[in-house]
């Protein structure tokens, strides 16, 4: 028997991220775009929810309670408040979830507990590449072995990149395999330009180049064990699928609202057929995309090939998630295209997930 009903836990979990979102998170959205900068206050809240600590082993101080489902679920809730702020506030699980599941003891001694702390540290993970038609299952970013070092070279871009974290799990191909490495910030030859993106205005994100970054052997994550990077990227990808279902949700409901209100001609225009059915697409198609995301995240957290259903919620939720937009932005007509309405910047932000890769994991 199938059942898409939440535990009484997730359900507490999801009402209490979605009450976050609603008053910390969406109030602060237009000003954090505009200023180009993350409210520091809010991610030291969404700390102390402990949404990415929870999912953490007990014995580096976290919850014990990893579950891609609940995962998906607060991705969602956050990205309906702001997809930016949402990416800051999920991204210590950049580092702290790779290295959980793969690290070696020494990694999980050194990094864990700052992730369980009494303060917000952000994580970095590079796997994007700025070149044309790029793969991550075979990245040109490459690693060499060199004695008891890895030496590499390449170039990465889309990499979040906020103030006090340090290292960055960088995805290189070395001896036919793709491996992570933990590169710190400081390393030599490793040089980040900061970028100027379409959407995300408040998320800091670099490119980066690799010039001879020389690392030690056991920066490897995983050490001689390596790590699964396929599942990195599946879980990337699901969890940034149900953060495109958070905004199309968030853009659906600006529309939907403001067709209640806005009335033409004697009547609110969510009763002129056009309207009408255009919202009704959309709701329709946000729930199946929905659905999607339950259905990867389900099999990853049976510990299931979900190469096919990550692929499928990806394409479903960035597909979803532009339309709701697009069609947002055309229910408030001049409206929308305006910067006082958050339409535009809903646009903008769906725009780029046909683009990104593995700014968050579940």
Known sequence: ??????SEEQQLIVETVRQFAANEVRPRARECCEARALPDDVLHHAHELGLVANALPEAWG???ERSAVTGALVCEELARGDLSIALAILSPALIAFPVAAFGSEDQKRSLLPQFTGDRF???SLAIAEPRVRWDPFTPTTRARRDGDAYVLSGEKCFVPWLKG???VLVIAATDGEVHGFLVPRDA????ATPERNMGLDALPTVELALDDVR???SARLGDAAGADIRSLIHRGRVGLAAAAVGVARAAFEVARDYAKERHAFGAPIATKQAIAFLLADLAIEIDGARLLVWEAA???DRGEDATREAALASQQAQRV???AADGAVQVLGGHGYIRDYLPEMHLRNARGFSTFEALTLI
């Open 298 to 300: 389900w099999k990853l």
């Open 1 to 6: 028997m199938i059942d898409f009903e939440p």
């Open 215 to 217: 690392v030690p052997a």
């Open 62 to 64: 976290g919850g014990g």
């Open 165 to 167: 974290g340090s290292p």
């Open 188 to 191: 030599d030859g490793l040089r």
């Open 321 to 323: 998630s532009l339309d």
């Open 121 to 123: 540290v952000p994580g």
